[in-house]
């Protein structure tokens, strides 16, 4: 599998993920300046096929229209979106990029559309539902706290220990985790009910 982390605008984080026999890519939020983006797909010869946004907010999607002109590929939102797209998706669709199956975790929260990648059951893009040693707000538009606890309490805690972590946005300079890793370390996911959950998020600057 080629999978590459790209740096973006600010802390933006943008990834590139394909099967190397069959030269079929993903691109997953592509936000603020694509250029390096197209470079790696046009050194690497990859063929693009899916653009698939993690949540609508424009951080995460402004390159979009770009690289969709530019590569003639579809593009994937969760059927909540607010964006026009190609492909809708929901809870346990899986996306195939050749050989490497994605399938779709929806984790509403951050916002209503949200949703996380796992990508062939070992790495988790999550967007901004998880961040490494915090998570996404819950005060903007579309943003519910109680549907964010249930995210990761009732979905992405359960994944294996070792299951790498990739988020929408670096934190404090570190740009991945694994689940076990934030499990003993992120702060907000000490609590153990929601009440003790909302009290962690007034308490952070995430």
């Not at 190397?20 to 470079?39: M, R, S, Y």
Request: proline share 1%.
């Amino acid at each position: 599998m080629f999978f590459k982390q790209v740096k973006m605008h600010g802390d933006n984080l943008s990834y590139v993920i394909a099967d190397e026999k069959t030269k079929e890519a993903v691109v997953v939020d592509p936000g603020f300046g694509i250029e390096e983006i197209e470079n790696l797909l046009n050194q690497e010869s990859l063929k693009l096929v899916y653009l698939i946004n993690t949540h609508d907010h424009v951080d995460h999607v402004v390159g979009e229209d770009a690289l969709k002109l530019r590569f003639r590929a579809n593009t994937v939102s969760h059927g909540l979106s607010n964006l026009a797209t190609d492909v809708r998706v929901d809870e346990g669709d899986v996306l195939q990029v050749g050989s490497i199956a994605i399938r779709v975790l929806y984790t509403p929260g951050h916002t209503e559309d949200s949703i996380c990648l796992l990508v062939d059951g070992t790495k988790l893009l999550s967007g901004d539902t998880l961040l490494v040693g915090s998570i996404g707000k819950t005060g903007l538009a579309g943003g519910d706290a109680r549907k964010l606890y249930g995210s990761l309490f009732g979905k992405l805690l359960k994944l294996s220990d070792d299951v790498e972590v990739y988020p929408g946005h670096e934190r404090g300079g570190k740009t991945s985790s694994t689940v076990g890793e934030e499990k003993r370390a992120n702060r907000v996911l000490q609590a153990r009910s929601f009440e003790e959950f909302v009290e962690l998020i007034k308490q952070t600057s995430a």
